[in-house]
């Protein structure tokens, strides 16, 4: 499998695939493919995460694409502007994307689950929810930020506090939990609300610099199932 990321403002990736080669791809994603490409909305892992899924706001079912012959085409986009950028998963490990973030993943062992945010705090405070998608195995992932990427690798023990929506996806070894605004002033002025979400390496972190806009991707997932 191979591909290229193109574009500048709302950038797209082009997939060349090839015979065996298979993609998970977030629902709605798929902007052009050649005729011959087979693809198919699947749920990944099964029926066993379903009730999982449906909570994480990325759907039930994800688009599986496989390739039967060489050099086929599959082109995917965000419907948002927006950077793309890959994930390796034998360099920085298991990634864990917030909603909407996720664009593809591919290799030879892909697992795609549904996590459960390891503090309550975070879960019900720190803006990415209780359900985060994780991605695992050998292979690639494609991550999309709103706006630009700030990327940051935490050594052990160092943390950073980041603007709720702004967190777009983080290596699973990182601690994900929430620290408070702090004042009155601070609560109804900042636009912060309560709290921000503080994270703690070690690990690789993607910032986005906007903050996504929730009807992005309801409207994609929409478009794709009517």
């Known amino acids: 499998m191979q591909y290229t990321i193109e574009g500048t403002l709302a950038q797209t990736v082009q997939l060349t695939l090839s015979p065996g080669a298979d993609c998970w791809a977030s ?3 798929l902007m052009a493919l050649d005729p011959d490409v087979r693809w198919t909305l699947k749920v990944p892992g099964g029926l066993s995460g ?3 899924r449906m909570m994480s706001g990325e759907g039930l079912a994800l688009t599986y694409i496989q390739g039967d012959r060489e050099g086929q085409k599959v082109m995917l986009s965000s419907n948002q502007p927006g950077k793309i950028i890959a994930w390796d998963l034998a360099r920085d490990g298991a990634v864990v994307t917030t909603r909407g973030a996720f664009v593809a993943a ?3 062992q892909i697992k795609i689950d549904v996590t459960i945010a390891r503090r309550a705090g975070a879960a019900l405070f720190g803006g990415a929810g209780l359900f985060l998608q994780k991605i695992s195995g050998q292979g690639t992932v494609l991550v999309h930020g709103a706006g630009d990427f700030i990327e940051q690798n935490l050594a052990r023990g160092e943390s950073t506090v980041v603007s709720t929506g702004n967190l777009a996806a983080f290596a699973d070894a990182v601690d994900y939990s929430i620290r408070a605004t ?8 900042s636009g912060e609300g309560l709290f921000m979400t503080q994270l703690t390496g070690p690990g690789r972190i993607l910032l986005q ?3 996504r806009a929730r009807s992005g991707r309801a409207a994609s997932s929409a478009g794709a199932s009517g």
Not at 182 to 189: E, H, K, Y
Request: charged share 25%; net charge positive.
């Open 27 to 29: 629902k709605g994603a």
């Open 50 to 52: 379903t009730v999982r």
């Open 106 to 108: 591919f290799g030879p």
């Open 182 to 189: 702090g004042g009155v002033r601070r609560v109804l002025f």
């Open 209 to 211: 610099t906007l903050k």
